[in-house]
């Protein structure tokens, strides 16, 4: 009968709710009762956790029930074609059920679970796979946002975890429930939108295989060809393979032709100009794309964000690229500190006068940003947690991934790039994630020699410079 009102697909969240209520759930998983009304002590958790996780099935119940069909089509389409509706929602019911056990609750939660996959009756095989999204339910929210979706060993590596596509599917509409859950600050559409380009890239890898084995200098001579096409005539045939010359594989294979043309063009009609700027929105995703071209000079990633700091602008995420020939790229996806995307052209006429001025030496960023960080009423006082630099060498064959988690300010990203810059690093990409006062900014870095950092004692000297500018 319980796993039979699990299949819903109406009434789901209802009835949990109402065994709750009655403290049936506590007695008929006992395991359940662990979380009742336990308090998670952070800013972003506004439910206890028993309360978060019957919200976390509603979220699964309105997929199925088509209330996001028209704004979230793809989940929509993935949770319809859920094998086993009592088995997802179990998976939501429990992700959390180990927080009542202390830290690590991911796998304390998914050893609790064959016990109770004994007194359901659950098969073997449905007993793994509960315990294995339990253990994994954070993978998908971590990969997502604080990783270089464009590393195609990343993705293959995650593919291989996931090991088949239910597996994936499956967490995927977890990882959604969980966010949407946790409260109302904390999920975004743009973590929705990096969480699905990870979910595509994954699934992809399991309909063409392994594409790392895949001929990529087939792909780039595709892509290539295609460029060519579309700008010879406007800009000749030399210029054109001469500025495909200077671009690196990875760019080539990270971006889809369409994309390099509009990149292309925007660097080839620079002309005289110190800076162009190109601003493409996507309104549902509630993010502005800005792609910046200009000559490549030491710390341009500093300046760019000193700049959007002092206009307001908050940067999600940045993929950063120098062309042999001297050129930059910077991609950033931004948006308004309160969301949304920013359709003021004044805004950016704004930046462009600002960057150009910045650029030419005629004004200096610091400034700009010290005028952004005027004092202002008392706000909400919140708990502030210990600022961490974490290192990880094992996630990028190429690059260092440096973990920072402190707290959110004005100016803060300026401050975080400015300190690499001088320290002689390069960042490849940034990837910055908040979750109301608490940031985790993500870059993967290089030394001036184009090589990892690995060594111990130089990881001490960058977070002691690290730690030292976010006390600023």
């Not at 604080?146 to 060993?153: C, F, K």
């Not at 699905?196 to 990529?216: A, H, M, P």
């Not at 000559?295 to 042999?324: C, E, H, K, P, W």
């Not at 870059?443 to 960058?462: L, N, R, T, W």
Request: hydrophobic letters at 40%; a neutral charge.
């Amino acid at each position: 009968m319980f796993l039979t009102i699990l299949r819903g697909p109406k009434g789901i969240a209802q009835s949990l709710r109402d065994m709750h209520h009655l403290a049936f759930l506590n007695r008929y998983i006992p395991e359940f009762s662990r979380i009742y009304c336990k308090v998670q002590h952070d800013v972003y958790h506004v439910y206890t956790i028993d309360i978060h996780s019957i919200f976390a099935v509603e979220e699964i119940e309105k997929l199925w029930l088509g209330e996001y069909r028209e704004k979230k089509p793809l989940l929509t389409s993935v949770a319809e074609n859920i094998a086993k509706p009592e088995l997802m929602v179990l998976a939501v019911l429990f992700h959390d059920i180990g927080k009542g056990e202390g830290k690590d609750h991911s796998n304390k939660g998914a050893e609790m679970i064959p016990k109770i996959a004994r007194r359901l009756y659950l098969t073997k095989e449905d007993s793994q796979r509960l315990a294995f999204l339990v253990r994994h339910h954070l993978d998908m929210t971590h990969i997502s946002q604080r990783r270089d979706l464009n590393d195609i060993r990343l993705i293959q590596d995650f593919a291989n975890k996931m090991g088949m596509s239910e597996n994936l599917n499956m967490l995927f509409l977890l990882t959604f429930a969980d966010l949407r859950a946790v409260g109302p600050d904390v999920w975004s559409e743009w973590k929705g939108h990096l969480l699905q380009d990870l979910y595509e890239k994954t699934f992809e890898t399991f309909e063409r295989g392994n594409f790392i084995s895949e001929v990529r200098s087939e792909r780039v001579k595709i892509r290539k060809r295609k460029v060519l096409e579309v700008l010879q005539d406007e800009f000749g045939e030399k210029a054109v393979k001469d500025r495909l010359r200077t671009m690196s594989l990875r760019y080539l294979l990270t971006h889809r032709s369409h994309d390099i043309v509009e990149h292309l063009r925007l660097e080839l009609s620079l002309g005289k100009e110190t800076v162009a700027l190109s601003i493409v929105h996507a309104p549902e995703q509630e993010f502005t794309s800005v792609i910046i071209s200009t000559l490549d000079v030491a710390g341009l990633f500093s300046m760019i964000t000193g700049v959007m700091a002092a206009n307001s602008i908050n940067i999600l995420g940045a993929q950063i690229y120098t062309r042999s020939n001297g050129y930059a790229l910077d991609i950033l996806h931004v948006n308004k500190p309160v969301g949304g995307i920013i359709d003021d052209p004044r805004k950016w006429e704004k930046v462009q006068a600002d960057l150009t001025a910045v650029l030419e030496g005629r004004v200096q960023v610091a400034k700009l940003v010290k005028k952004r960080q005027k004092p202002g009423l008392p706000g909400q006082k919140l708990p502030r947690f210990p600022d961490r630099v974490v290192f990880d060498c094992d996630v990028s064959r190429e690059h260092t991934v440096i973990d920072i988690f402190t707290h959110d300010q004005i100016g803060l990203l300026y401050r975080i790039t400015r300190t690499l810059k001088d320290l002689g690093l390069y960042i490849h990409v940034a990837m910055i994630s908040t979750k109301v006062d608490q940031v985790a900014d993500t870059f993967y870095v290089k030394d001036i020699f184009g090589q990892k950092i690995s060594d111990p004692a130089k990881h001490d000297v960058i977070r002691k410079a690290l730690l030292e500018c976010m006390a600023e």
